[in-house]
């Protein structure tokens, strides 16, 4: 009984230490944050002590709720599922903890105030974009950002509208970086684009702050004018009606090249030339013809007009 208690006991302590250290990955614990707090643009007070005001009203609140529980006792609970976490400001101040969540969490009534944060990974479609490219080529570029919530505390307390302010980003870097590549280039390699275009995001650090962090970016089309599509379909029709023409030359050439060597061979043997003539004969032979041709010898005629 007693190797089973340990076991039991020492299985609660895992289990708190794995939720823990949980909650410390999802959100900033209160002893980090005067750390953390240095390098965000909205200081936060969640270690600073409340005020006599605040712990009145916060008193009130608790009576209120106790004189109308049960009934109360449905507006301060809140379920989150596995992938929200909850940012709870309490008469406008950062409750010490950080993010709550997931599971059940209590709330007061009059005092608190509450956001839900979705942790999963979020497409954003980027609207498409005219961008007049190196060889001065207008087109126009539509791409898709995927990016998750990294620190829900930022997403609430340090950017007003995190959807946005990511779209524009994304928006700014695809003109810039697609700005200074050719229409060819661009065409040909959509893949390395939207590489660069996450390496540069990544570099400017700028979502980081936002507690947000891009995932992936990737160009879907890039749209070109009618003119400009008949154009280019008209330029790859004529490239390959010269490589067509300069694969026929160079056939000529080798077939003029062989005969050469054919003829040069006859020559040296007149037997080559008579076996060459006998399997013509033999060739004519075998399809269905109803006249066969044969050559006539012009040195027998040279000899018969002398």
């Known amino acids: 009984m007693q190797n089973e208690k340990k076991t039991e006991f020492s299985h609660d302590i895992n289990m708190y230490q794995d939720g823990k250290d949980r909650n410390d990955s999802d959100s900033l614990s209160s002893d980090?944050?005067?750390e953390v707090n240095k390098?965000?643009?909205?200081?936060t007070t969640e270690s600073q002590p409340s005020k006599p005001i605040e712990i009145a009203f916060v008193a009130l609140s608790f009576v209120l709720m106790f004189i109308t529980f049960p009934i109360s006792?449905?507006?301060?609970?809140?379920?989150?599922?596995?992938?929200?976490?909850?940012?709870?400001?309490?008469?406008?101040?950062?409750r010490p903890g950080g993010a709550r969540g997931p599971g059940m969490v209590f709330v007061l009534p009059c005092v608190d105030r509450y956001r839900k944060i979705d942790l999963r990974t979020t497409s954003l479609d980027v609207a498409p974009q005219d961008i007049l490219t190196k060889d001065s080529v207008t087109i126009s570029v539509d791409a898709v950002l995927y990016y998750r919530v990294?620190?829900?505390?930022?997403?609430?307390?340090?950017?007003?509208?995190?959807?946005?302010?990511?779209?524009l980003l994304a928006m700014t870097t695809l003109r810039n970086i697609t700005g200074g590549y050719m229409l060819i280039e661009l065409v040909s390699s959509k893949k390395a684009l939207s590489r660069e275009i996450k390496a540069a995001l990544d570099s400017t650090g700028a979502t980081e702050a936002w507690g947000i962090r891009i995932e992936r970016v990737e160009i879907t089309d890039i749209y070109?004018?009618?003119?400009?599509?008949?154009?280019?379909?008209?330029?790859?029709?004529?490239?390959?009606?010269a490589m067509a023409k300069v694969a026929a030359a160079n056939g000529e050439r080798d077939a003029v090249k062989a005969l050469k060597e054919a003829a040069d061979i006859m020559e040296s043997n007149p037997i080559a030339l008579q076996l060459r003539y006998?399997?013509?004969?033999?060739?004519?032979?075998?399809?269905?013809?109803?006249?066969?041709?044969?050559?006539f010898p012009i040195d027998i005629m040279q000899k018969l007009i002398k």
């Open 224 to 241: 070109m004018p009618e003119s400009l599509q008949r154009a280019m379909a008209v330029e790859q029709e004529a490239r390959r009606e």
């Open 278 to 295: 006998l399997q013509t004969l033999n060739t004519i032979a075998n399809e269905e013809t109803q006249s066969i041709v044969f050559p």
């Open 150 to 167: 990294r620190n829900p505390l930022d997403v609430v307390l340090q950017v007003m509208d995190p959807e946005s302010c990511c779209e």
């Open 32 to 34: 980090s944050a005067e």
């Open 39 to 43: 390098h965000r643009n909205v200081k």
């Open 73 to 94: 006792i449905f507006m301060c609970l809140i379920i989150l599922q596995e992938y929200q976490r909850a940012v709870i400001l309490r008469l406008g101040r950062l």
